[in-house]
């Protein structure tokens, strides 16, 4: 028996600022869109178009306050072909919430507070 990644979740409490955020922070497109029929929610699944993994954001309309993430010790990792370009584009917006020098890398926050790692397309 062999398993293989499929996706990753993360519930998101404002899915338009969410999408917003992925597509200009990451370049991550809309591959596919699931609605419920009475409008409870909203699966909308980005790939980054060169690999089949694919990120799930996962909207619930009954949601009414942000999601607590506690102390957020998970973390997804994304490769870039330009580090210092990409570092440059996330601190111009605001988004980078640590860096780590000394690893060659740093970790970005999505508007829920998710940590998204950077690293160089060598690591």
């Known amino acids: 028996m062999q398993f293989t990644f499929a996706h990753n979740n993360l519930n998101v409490f404002e899915l338009s600022r969410s999408l917003a955020f992925y597509s200009e922070a990451l370049g991550l497109t809309e591959t596919r869109r699931i609605e419920a029929p009475d409008g409870s929610f909203i699966i909308v699944y980005l790939g980054d178009g060169k690999t089949p993994h694919q990120l799930e954001l996962t909207w619930l309309r009954d949601r009414t306050t942000p999601y607590d993430l506690g102390d957020n010790e998970i973390h997804l990792a994304f490769r870039t ?35 998204l790692e950077v690293i160089p397309a060598a690591k």
């Open 81 to 115: 072909d330009n580090f210092d370009a990409a570092h440059a584009k996330h601190a111009s917006m605001g988004c980078i919430c640590f860096e780590n020098p000394h690893m060659g890398i740093y970790f970005i926050a999505d508007p829920d507070g998710y940590w």
